[in-house]
């Protein structure tokens, strides 16, 4: 396959890409620094995962395999949207099957299967700053970076304790990178929060509204945030997938009547969809 | 023109600078495990194979540039990448064997990612056996033999990597190859 | 068996079928053209082209025609564009001294050297709606012509200055800083803050100047002067050691008069709030001048409590292209997130009947 000869391989000019990339090595160096980078207007809107494209784009090759998921899905609009605009651009090659990708860029959610060393995830990230909603002001947050004072957090998280006896966050559940900086894994479950440490494939971050570029090496500490008596606990539906039978992934909701009916499934397709083959096989 | 821009560059600009970079963060992610550059068809003396495609594949007119490699290889890196010449407290990449860890920028603690990449240009690069580096990117700790560094390099190490987050990351060069060791990792001797 | 939802691909290659078709509409209709829409929506062109920072008065007219005439959508486009094309430099800075007017006012003076020029302006039509455009064919008679004033007209600021009555603007030889380039980091310095503010919303500004007016960090401006006109944009290569004449844009610059009580170094004066936007955008650049002096209010020792006067806030909201992206993109699938919260609150629901039942 051949990239569009009427844009730059993988659509970013070569200046953008070097910026970005010394960015992206920043970022690789101080494990959940936020770096910020001059983000580029993209032919996608703000929201719909510009961030995450910078980066890809940056990052990708001719040889790479990309895997672009939206809820843990290839099929939803935006991840379909999203790999049409590589294969366009850059002529990669794009796959469905996790195992077989080198790059995966993913809106809210974590492969269920383990990644590798060869592989890089790429989060697309809407606010990068995990105090935001503690303290929106960006002049602020950096100073309270700079001297690791997360006092902010913990009296949040404290609160939450207090009024409903347990940490009332279940998503963009934030986590201590390396036990030096407070990171907010975008708005991924806080079930998929474990699968950020000590992961052997390399995470980026991007966040382009906001140009903030961040990241996790691979093997490197991320700790979700919690107290002693009130340990960090993953949320998931107590159900099973409807599909391939597994207790143990992460489940989307379905409604399938208005009488109350409803059913869950793997909200990971491609894990689903391997499970249901290994279950057909053993049959 | 200046005597080093009748050198080429690299021999495709897009896919090299995007290999040399994947490389460059490979190495960046996995402290200590070596990678492999593409690297430049023809070069300027002073300047080796990796260390040039490292400044090829990211300086540009934003990144001050300390170059110790003679007029020559200055003029080509100008050239191909736009990058003026600076003090090496002030630049974003030095390439300078004598340039002391402490004596570049480390950023601030605001803006520890100002901090300076310095490439140093070694003799030889081995895993398996000598420094034991371990930190962020290590599974545990990692073995790598580095020939050619200058005396007290692990003592300044030591004394730019208690300043984390500021600090400098390096680039060791050797060949077409090259290994990093981003700044906040521990490198203890063999 | 239930069976997930299939076919993204297809569904979005209909929704861009669909959006062709109504983007033409009927097609009984002639179609518009683009140089329909630069020659009698030129006040959309304007918009979008100081929205979307590309001075580019076709391009802006195709971007509202491919748009459907969402101008937001349009400054999109256009900044989507802008952004691959590649930067040789900057230009000299405007002298609109030199501008050719069109139109130039000022409400701190009945008269003034160069006079007052009321040039093409809503301002005195009634506004009722004229059905005569509703029919097609030209309307009679064109606008009287007249011998153009070539005296020079110096901007009213600098007749103020004259008399050390207004403060001079510390004058930078370093190029300024490019928001486009480097994020902006805060505090932003002046230079910064007025890209921010004349690429903004103008409907964002408007709202924040006329804040100001009620009360929030209010600082009793006047208008100095508005002016409209044609002037040079003059490039000096780098391989050159002259300007280049790189053609005339048309530009609005209002200058709003500002009290200042004054401080223990600085005598009472007034001080100045600037507006600059591409093409006719009075409105526009009234409201960036008022934002423009009340961000300056920290520094003139005028507090910073009023929204209006709190750069972060502002400047980190202005862009209308940023806004709308983020708010819009909350159509976007959140379920797996959703799911969280939902058994979050499932979890203490339960935990809260139980108490009740016991």
Redesign the interface.
Request: net charge negative; charged share 25%.
């Given at each position: 396959m051949t990239h569009d000869p009427g844009y730059n391989f993988a659509y970013l000019d070569e200046s953008t890409k070097r910026m970005i990339r010394r960015a992206i090595l920043k970022a690789v160096a101080i494990p959940g620094h936020q770096v910020p980078f001059g983000s580029r207007e993209m032919p996608l809107p703000y929201g719909w995962g510009t961030g995450g494209i910078q980066v890809t784009a940056s990052v990708l090759g001719p040889r790479d395999v990309l895997k672009v998921i939206d809820q843990g899905s290839d099929d939803t609009t935006n991840a379909v949207s999203i790999r049409a605009f590589f294969r366009r651009t850059a002529g990669v090659a794009t796959t469905e099957r996790t195992a077989e990708a080198t790059i995966i860029q993913t809106r809210h959610r974590i492969p269920e299967r383990r990644l590798t060393e060869g592989q890089i995830l790429v989060y697309q990230v809407p606010i990068p700053e995990p105090l935001a909603r503690l303290e929106p002001r960006i002049a602020e947050t950096r100073r309270l970076h700079a001297m690791a004072d997360y006092g902010l957090m913990h009296v949040k998280l404290y609160e939450d304790i207090a009024k409903h006896g347990h940490i009332a966050t279940s998503y963009s559940y934030p986590v201590m990178v390396n036990e030096r900086y407070l990171m907010s894994p975008s708005p991924i479950p806080a079930f998929d929060n474990p699968k950020m440490h000590m992961m052997p494939a390399l995470q980026l971050f991007g966040a382009g509204r906001e140009k903030r570029i961040y990241a996790v090496p691979p093997y490197t500490a991320v700790r979700s945030l919690d107290f002693e008596d009130h340990p960090f606990r993953p949320i998931r539906a107590p159900h099973r997938c409807e599909l391939c039978g597994s207790g143990d992934t992460y489940l989307d909701e379905v409604l399938v009547d208005d009488k109350g009916g409803r059913i869950f499934v793997c909200s990971d397709t491609d894990h689903c969809q391997e499970r249901q083959a290994m279950r057909e096989a053993a049959e | 023109m200046s005597a080093g821009t009748a050198l080429a560059g690299f021999a495709d600009?897009?896919?090299d600078?995007?290999?040399a970079?994947?490389a460059?963060?490979e190495a960046?992610?996995?402290p200590g495990r070596i990678q492999r550059l593409p690297v430049p068809p023809e070069l300027p003396p002073g300047i080796g194979p990796a260390a040039a495609a490292v400044l090829l594949?990211?300086?540009?007119a934003?990144?001050p540039i300390r170059l110790a490699a003679g007029a020559e290889a200055q003029a080509w890196i100008r050239f191909h990448t736009g990058a003026r010449a600076a003090p090496a407290a002030e630049a974003?990449f030095v390439l300078d064997s004598d340039a002391g860890l402490l004596d570049l920028d480390p950023g601030?603690?605001?803006e520890?990612?100002r901090?300076a990449?310095l490439i140093l240009e070694v003799e030889s690069l081995s895993e398996g056996s000598g420094w034991r580096l371990s930190?962020?990117?290590?599974?545990a700790t990692h073995r790598l033999a580095v020939a050619g560094v200058r005396d007290g390099f692990l003592a300044d190490w030591a004394a730019s990597r208690a300043r984390?987050?500021r600090g400098v990351?390096v680039i060791l060069c050797a060949g077409d190859r090259i290994a990093a060791l981003?700044?906040?990792i521990a490198i203890e001797e063999g | 068996m239930y069976v997930a939802t299939k076919g993204g691909e297809r569904a979005i290659g209909a929704a861009h079928a669909w959006l062709e078709e109504v983007r033409r509409g009927d097609p009984a209709q002639p179609e518009i053209t683009a140089a329909q829409v630069e020659q009698q929506l030129g006040l959309a062109v304007d918009r979008v082209m100081a929205e979307g920072s590309c001075h580019d008065r076709g391009l802006a007219a195709l971007a509202v025609k491919q748009s459907r005439g969402d101008l937001i959508e349009a400054a999109f486009l256009l900044r989507a564009y802008r952004t691959t094309l590649p930067r040789f430099g900057a230009s000299l800075p405007l002298d609109t001294n030199a501008m050719v007017l069109s139109r130039r006012i000022s409400a701190t003076y009945k008269d003034l050297p160069g006079g007052q020029v009321l040039g093409p302006t809503f301002d005195y039509t009634h506004r009722l709606l004229d059905f005569r455009l509703a029919a097609a064919g030209a309307l009679p008679g064109g606008a009287p012509q007249g011998e153009p004033d070539l005296a020079p007209t110096p901007r009213v600021t600098e007749l103020l200055a004259q008399d050390g009555l207004m403060q001079r603007e510390a004058a930078e030889e370093a190029e300024p800083g490019d928001l486009t380039r480097q994020p902006l980091s805060f505090p932003a310095d002046r230079p910064l803050r007025l890209q921010a503010l004349a690429r903004g919303d103008e409907g964002f500004l408007l709202s924040l100047g006329y804040s100001t007016q009620r009360g929030y960090g209010g600082n009793h401006p006047f208008v100095g002067e508005i002016r409209m006109g044609e002037i040079a944009v003059e490039f000096v290569p780098e391989e050159l050691c002259f300007a280049v004449d790189l053609g005339d844009i048309t530009v609005t610059e209002c200058q709003m008069v500002n009290q200042f009580k004054g401080s223990r170094t600085e005598p009472p004066q007034f001080t100045r709030g600037y507006g600059l936007v591409f093409g006719h955008g009075e409105r526009k650049a009234m409201s960036m001048a008022l934002v423009d002096r009340a961000l300056r209010s920290p520094e003139l020792g005028e507090g910073s409590e009023a929204p209006a006067q709190q750069q972060e806030f502002v400047l980190s909201h202005c862009d209308n292209v940023e806004a709308t992206g983020f708010v819009e993109h909350l159509k976007l699938p959140h379920y797996v997130d959703f799911q969280s919260e939902l058994e979050n609150v499932r979890t203490m629901r339960a935990a809260v009947m139980k108490e009740r039942g016991e």
């Amino acid at each position: 396959m051949t990239h569009d000869p009427g844009y730059n391989f993988a659509y970013l000019d070569e200046s953008t890409k070097r910026m970005i990339r010394r960015a992206i090595l920043k970022a690789v160096a101080i494990p959940g620094h936020q770096v910020p980078f001059g983000s580029r207007e993209m032919p996608l809107p703000y929201g719909w995962g510009t961030g995450g494209i910078q980066v890809t784009a940056s990052v990708l090759g001719p040889r790479d395999v990309l895997k672009v998921i939206d809820q843990g899905s290839d099929d939803t609009t935006n991840a379909v949207s999203i790999r049409a605009f590589f294969r366009r651009t850059a002529g990669v090659a794009t796959t469905e099957r996790t195992a077989e990708a080198t790059i995966i860029q993913t809106r809210h959610r974590i492969p269920e299967r383990r990644l590798t060393e060869g592989q890089i995830l790429v989060y697309q990230v809407p606010i990068p700053e995990p105090l935001a909603r503690l303290e929106p002001r960006i002049a602020e947050t950096r100073r309270l970076h700079a001297m690791a004072d997360y006092g902010l957090m913990h009296v949040k998280l404290y609160e939450d304790i207090a009024k409903h006896g347990h940490i009332a966050t279940s998503y963009s559940y934030p986590v201590m990178v390396n036990e030096r900086y407070l990171m907010s894994p975008s708005p991924i479950p806080a079930f998929d929060n474990p699968k950020m440490h000590m992961m052997p494939a390399l995470q980026l971050f991007g966040a382009g509204r906001e140009k903030r570029i961040y990241a996790v090496p691979p093997y490197t500490a991320v700790r979700s945030l919690d107290f002693e008596d009130h340990p960090f606990r993953p949320i998931r539906a107590p159900h099973r997938c409807e599909l391939c039978g597994s207790g143990d992934t992460y489940l989307d909701e379905v409604l399938v009547d208005d009488k109350g009916g409803r059913i869950f499934v793997c909200s990971d397709t491609d894990h689903c969809q391997e499970r249901q083959a290994m279950r057909e096989a053993a049959e | 023109m200046s005597a080093g821009t009748a050198l080429a560059g690299f021999a495709d600009p897009v896919l090299d600078s995007q290999a040399a970079f994947r490389a460059v963060l490979e190495a960046m992610s996995r402290p200590g495990r070596i990678q492999r550059l593409p690297v430049p068809p023809e070069l300027p003396p002073g300047i080796g194979p990796a260390a040039a495609a490292v400044l090829l594949a990211l300086a540009d007119a934003d990144t001050p540039i300390r170059l110790a490699a003679g007029a020559e290889a200055q003029a080509w890196i100008r050239f191909h990448t736009g990058a003026r010449a600076a003090p090496a407290a002030e630049a974003a990449f030095v390439l300078d064997s004598d340039a002391g860890l402490l004596d570049l920028d480390p950023g601030t603690e605001e803006e520890p990612e100002r901090g300076a990449t310095l490439i140093l240009e070694v003799e030889s690069l081995s895993e398996g056996s000598g420094w034991r580096l371990s930190g962020p990117g290590i599974q545990a700790t990692h073995r790598l033999a580095v020939a050619g560094v200058r005396d007290g390099f692990l003592a300044d190490w030591a004394a730019s990597r208690a300043r984390f987050p500021r600090g400098v990351d390096v680039i060791l060069c050797a060949g077409d190859r090259i290994a990093a060791l981003p700044r906040g990792i521990a490198i203890e001797e063999g | 068996m239930y069976v997930a939802t299939k076919g993204g691909e297809r569904a979005i290659g209909a929704a861009h079928a669909w959006l062709e078709e109504v983007r033409r509409g009927d097609p009984a209709q002639p179609e518009i053209t683009a140089a329909q829409v630069e020659q009698q929506l030129g006040l959309a062109v304007d918009r979008v082209m100081a929205e979307g920072s590309c001075h580019d008065r076709g391009l802006a007219a195709l971007a509202v025609k491919q748009s459907r005439g969402d101008l937001i959508e349009a400054a999109f486009l256009l900044r989507a564009y802008r952004t691959t094309l590649p930067r040789f430099g900057a230009s000299l800075p405007l002298d609109t001294n030199a501008m050719v007017l069109s139109r130039r006012i000022s409400a701190t003076y009945k008269d003034l050297p160069g006079g007052q020029v009321l040039g093409p302006t809503f301002d005195y039509t009634h506004r009722l709606l004229d059905f005569r455009l509703a029919a097609a064919g030209a309307l009679p008679g064109g606008a009287p012509q007249g011998e153009p004033d070539l005296a020079p007209t110096p901007r009213v600021t600098e007749l103020l200055a004259q008399d050390g009555l207004m403060q001079r603007e510390a004058a930078e030889e370093a190029e300024p800083g490019d928001l486009t380039r480097q994020p902006l980091s805060f505090p932003a310095d002046r230079p910064l803050r007025l890209q921010a503010l004349a690429r903004g919303d103008e409907g964002f500004l408007l709202s924040l100047g006329y804040s100001t007016q009620r009360g929030y960090g209010g600082n009793h401006p006047f208008v100095g002067e508005i002016r409209m006109g044609e002037i040079a944009v003059e490039f000096v290569p780098e391989e050159l050691c002259f300007a280049v004449d790189l053609g005339d844009i048309t530009v609005t610059e209002c200058q709003m008069v500002n009290q200042f009580k004054g401080s223990r170094t600085e005598p009472p004066q007034f001080t100045r709030g600037y507006g600059l936007v591409f093409g006719h955008g009075e409105r526009k650049a009234m409201s960036m001048a008022l934002v423009d002096r009340a961000l300056r209010s920290p520094e003139l020792g005028e507090g910073s409590e009023a929204p209006a006067q709190q750069q972060e806030f502002v400047l980190s909201h202005c862009d209308n292209v940023e806004a709308t992206g983020f708010v819009e993109h909350l159509k976007l699938p959140h379920y797996v997130d959703f799911q969280s919260e939902l058994e979050n609150v499932r979890t203490m629901r339960a935990a809260v009947m139980k108490e009740r039942g016991e």
